[in-house]
């Protein structure tokens, strides 16, 4: 997979490239990344990207000549049309779905926007505009670099255990269970026994039923319109019975 991120910013980006499982992803050459300053596009010899609005109003808008121009000159992948991304808050909220959506393209592109937002026809570039939240950052880098995330540990072999996006939280619309480790007992808290017992098909359960149970108690928006099965049916019943 390539992903090209368009900024203003490239170096807030170093941390994230050069870190943990995004590092290992680059080294064994499952992602390629590269980070587009587009004020090398900025017009005139002081290479300007934003002016002020038409119609009055405060703050800066990034022009649209910088941008268009950035796309034009990205170097794609041979017969592959990338899916752009603008980081907006008209957009669809990015959620697990998505990023595993995402995680099945060659070619990702996102366009970071600053200040108080971007020329109305940047947005014609992009094939989706995606939000991660109804908030305000600064700028698109951290929502691009927190998708990218989602999205890059889903690639073939990028993680070391496999099993461990397909258990994620989300991955099957429901939290994860609870996770203990040794010591057994810690400052009186104990491992449940059944994650001690050797009895796979027993811890299984026990962390079927601890995922929906979590969901049920921190997250029950995620159960609407799910399909459950029979036992989780039963265990969602109980649960009701003793709140």
């Known amino acids: 997979m390539k992903i090209d991120f368009?900024?203003?910013?490239?170096?807030?980006?170093?941390?994230?490239?050069?870190?943990?499982?995004?590092?290992?992803?680059?080294?064994?050459?499952?992602?390629?990344f590269s980070c587009i300053d587009f004020r090398k596009y900025g017009i005139g010899r002081h290479r300007i990207v934003d002016d002020t609005p038409y119609g009055g109003g405060a703050g800066m808008l990034l022009k649209p000549e910088p941008?268009?121009?950035?796309?034009?000159?990205?170097?794609?992948?041979?017969?592959?049309?990338?899916?752009?991304?603008?980081?907006?808050?008209?957009?669809?909220?990015?959620?697990?779905?998505?990023?595993?959506?995402?995680?099945?393209?060659?070619?990702?592109?996102?366009?970071?926007?600053?200040?108080?937002?971007?020329?109305?026809?940047v947005r014609h570039l992009a094939t989706d505009h995606i939000s991660i939240g109804d908030y305000v950052l600064t700028g698109g880098e951290l929502p691009s670099m927190v998708m990218?995330?989602?999205?890059?540990?889903?690639?073939?072999?990028v993680l070391g255990n496999e099993g461990s996006a397909q258990f994620d939280s989300f991955s099957d619309d429901l939290l994860e269970h609870p996770h203990y480790t040794r010591p057994a007992e810690f400052n009186g808290m104990e491992?449940?026994?059944?994650?001690?017992?050797?009895?796979?098909?027993?811890?299984e359960e026990w962390r079927d039923k601890e995922s929906l149970r979590r969901t049920y108690c921190h997250r029950p928006d995620l159960l609407e319109g799910l399909e459950l099965s029979s036992q989780q049916k039963k265990w969602l019943k109980e649960f009701k019975e003793n709140q």
């Open 6 to 32: 368009i900024t203003l910013f490239p170096e807030m980006f170093d941390g994230f490239l050069s870190t943990s499982i995004i590092k290992r992803a680059v080294e064994n050459k499952h992602v390629d």
């Open 67 to 121: 941008i268009y121009q950035a796309i034009e000159n990205l170097d794609p992948l041979p017969g592959v049309t990338p899916r752009i991304i603008i980081v907006d808050p008209i957009g669809k909220v990015f959620n697990q779905k998505l990023a595993q959506e995402l995680a099945e393209e060659d070619h990702l592109v996102f366009i970071c926007g600053h200040y108080e937002g971007f020329d109305e026809r």
């Open 148 to 157: 990218s995330d989602a999205i890059v540990r889903l690639l073939p072999e």
């Open 191 to 203: 491992v449940p026994d059944v994650l001690r017992s050797g009895n796979h098909a027993l811890i």
